[in-house]
C-alpha cells in the first residue's frame, strides 16, 4: 500500500456513512409525512385534553366536546341532550348493602335537566334505608345534601324512646352506617 492510499482511505467509509444516514433521513421522512398524512389531529387534541383534565381539572363536556369535534361521544351527548331536552327531574340510585344484615343503604341524585346530567351537576343529594319488606315498608332517611353544601345527617339521638325503638337498629349504629354508606362523592365528586 502507498501512502496516498493510506491517505484516502477514510473516504470510502465516509461515504459510505454519509450515504446510510442520508438513506435513513429520507426514510424517516417518508414515514413521517404518511404518519402525518392520516393522522387524526382531533384525537390527538383528544388526548391532550384527557392528560391535562386528568391532572389538573374537572370534567367538563365542553372540554371533550368542543365546536367542530365530530365523534361518536359527542354525538351520543348531543342526542342525548336533544332527546332529553324538555325532560326534567332525573333521579338515579346506588345502593349499597350492609354487611351482615338484609339492610341496604340506598343513595339518590336528583337532577333538574339533561344538560345537568352531562355536565354532571345535581341539585339534591340524599341517602335512606328501606326498613321492612313487601307492602309495607318505611324509609329512614339518613342524610340529605343541597349542590355545594355538606351533607345534613339525620340525628338520631334526638328521637323519643319509642321512635328509637322502632329503628332497625340503635341509633348509634345508624348514623355510623349513615356516614360510611351514603355515596354522595361518587355521584359528585365536588361535593365533599
Not at 117 to 122: G, K, S
Request: contains cysteine; glycine residues 6%; proline residues 4%.
Amino acid at each position: 500500500m502507498t501512502a496516498n492510499s493510506k491517505k484516502y482511505a477514510w473516504v470510502p467509509r465516509f461515504l459510505r456513512g454519509t450515504t446510510i444516514a442520508a438513506l435513513g433521513a429520507v426514510t424517516l421522512s417518508g414515514a413521517t409525512i404518511l404518519v402525518l398524512w392520516d393522522a387524526d389531529f382531533y384525537a390527538v387534541r383528544e388526548k391532550f385534553e384527557h392528560l391535562k383534565l386528568a391532572f389538573f381539572g374537572e370534567w367538563q363536556p365542553r372540554n371533550w366536546c368542543p365546536p367542530g369535534r365530530d365523534t361518536a361521544n359527542c354525538e351520543q351527548v348531543s342526542e342525548f341532550v336533544a332527546a332529553l331536552e324538555d325532560a326534567e327531574n332525573f333521579n338515579f340510585f346506588r345502593s349499597l348493602p350492609i354487611e351482615g344484615t338484609d339492610l341496604a343503604v340506598i343513595t339518590g341524585v336528583a337532577f333538574t335537566s339533561a344538560l345537568d346530567v352531562v355536565a354532571e351537576a345535581p341539585s339534591h343529594l340524599w341517602c335512606y334505608i328501606n326498613d321492612g319488606s313487601g307492602a309495607v315498608s318505611r324509609r329512614i332517611t339518613l342524610a340529605q345534601m343541597r349542590a355545594g353544601s355538606l351533607p345534613q345527617f339525620t340525628d338520631f339521638e334526638g328521637l323519643s324512646g319509642s321512635e328509637a325503638q322502632a329503628l332497625p337498629m340503635n341509633a348509634d349504629r345508624l348514623a355510623a352506617f349513615a356516614r360510611s354508606h351514603c355515596q354522595f362523592t361518587e355521584f359528585h365528586s365536588s361535593s365533599q
